[in-house]
């Protein structure tokens, strides 16, 4: 593959950011919502796993299509029902339509992420990590910039007018990027085909696992982090600068941990970055102190800037020809099933266990999946040594009898 002539990925990164932001803003919300209409603690979690089990579907269904030719497409498509849904907020009123509207960010979500890195991966076969990288750390940083906006405006303006504005921006970002010239991935004859037969390569195996269990305590986190912030007495803006403080090393980091992942190989870039953040993970519920707690979180920021480019990298790697997007789509829907998973039950078992319960099982979760993942790799025995591994195609190279 040779570098596709491009003028747009500068309105990607800026799309990128759009979406999350808008995806993210409900969560410095959430306690503010819950108050005002009254719904229990179920409720939170039934809203951020609505976005999770939607965002489920559309990734390991509608992803494959950006290997159809219709990547830019879906990445229009994408915004605009992140514009949808953030206007939904808005105007809503019961659990039932704030569960809608969510799921209405996740299907944006679903709908987006997954050909924007197709079109990333496949605009060079070199740093390919770092160029995922810059992605992850653009879209981590608009992820931690939605909270920021609803946390300085809920409380002067009420809870509809953070969704307003964030809606406003994806709306922006669309009209930018509309008209910009994008890489096609490369396209996949077989149309008749689910992403779900790639499970059968041992090395995607490999990547899915990473990919899960370093987005598995997102769920926890998008279920409780304001709800756990506020019970440590943290006010709003400061639940809000949360999310930024977390997400400040991410971004500075992202790019120079998938240049990291590019040289010693992807798998081996992430294992090592995912068991520093499996502890950081499973010290939450230890701490009492809400700037401690956000202490700890910028330095899990800088450990997940590390792993997450590595793991989305290898899972290009590990992708045949014609099937970045839904080698992608299926690693992203892995992942939003896990985080629904863990959204609807963290707020019953933090209500039931407390927060040392929660978050330590969060922890172990996440070192479970990484040594699972190490545990079928064919180069496990000199994976994690002293020597690294051959270079990352090398790494993630998908061997001819493991397909």
């Known amino acids: 593959m040779t570098a596709q002539r491009t003028d747009g990925w500068l309105p990607l990164l800026a799309a990128t950011f759009a979406i999350g932001v808008s995806n993210s803003v409900v969560f410095a919300v959430l306690s503010d919502l819950q108050d005002a209409y009254g719904f229990s603690n179920l409720g939170l979690g039934w809203i951020a796993g609505s976005g999770f089990l939607v965002g489920f579907v559309a990734q390991l269904f509608i992803a ?7 990547s830019k497409r879906l990445l229009l498509v994408g915004l605009g029902l992140a514009v949808a849904g953030g206007l939904l907020f808005a105007v809503g009123s019961s659990i039932a339509v704030f569960v809608l509207a969510r799921g209405i960010l996740g299907l944006s979500n679903g709908t987006f992420l997954p050909a924007a890195r197709a079109i990333a991966a496949s605009m060079s076969d070199q740093g390919v990590a770092e160029r995922l990288g810059r992605l992850g ?5 608009g992820f931690v910039t939605g909270p920021v906006i609803g946390g300085v405006l809920v409380g002067p303006l009420g809870t509809r007018w953070p969704f307003v504005v964030c809606g406003a921006a994806a709306a922006l970002a669309a009209a930018l990027l509309a008209p910009r010239r994008l890489p096609h991935p490369p396209l996949d004859v077989r149309r008749d085909r689910i992403a779900l037969d790639l499970v059968r390569i041992r090395e995607m195996r490999v ?3 990473l990919a899960i269990g370093l987005f598995l305590p997102v769920g ?3 279920a409780l982090w304001d709800r756990y912030l506020t019970d440590r007495g943290a006010s709003n803006t400061a639940i809000g600068l949360s999310f930024f403080m977390y997400g400040i090393p991410f971004a500075l980091v992202a790019a120079a941990g998938g240049r990291r992942a590019d040289r010693i190989g992807p798998v081996r870039a992430c294992l090592l970055a995912l068991f ?3 502890p ?6 230890l701490i009492t102190v809400a700037w401690l707690i956000i ?3 910028m330095a899990e920021g800088a450990a997940q800037a590390l792993a997450v480019p590595a793991a989305q990298a290898a899972v290009a790697a590990a992708a045949p020809a014609g099937r970045a997007g839904a080698a992608q789509g299926l690693a992203g829907s892995g992942s939003l099933l896990g985080a629904a998973l863990a959204s609807i039950g963290a707020p019953a078992l933090y209500g039931s266990l407390g927060a040392g319960a929660v978050f330590a099982l969060a922890g172990a979760a996440t070192l479970a999946f990484g040594l699972a993942a190490w545990a079928i790799h064919p180069q496990r025995a000199t994976l994690l040594g002293r020597r690294p591994p ?3 195609a090398a790494v993630g190279a998908v061997s001819s009898d493991a397909r």
């Open 295 to 297: 202490v700890v979180s």
């Open 220 to 222: 926890v986190y998008d």
């Open 280 to 285: 950081l993970t499973g010290s939450y519920g």
């Open 276 to 278: 520093v953040a499996a």
């Open 207 to 209: 990547a899915l696992l």
């Open 390 to 392: 051959p270079g990352p």
């Open 64 to 70: 494959p299509y950006a290997d159809h030719g219709h």
């Open 137 to 141: 750390g653009i879209e981590l940083a």
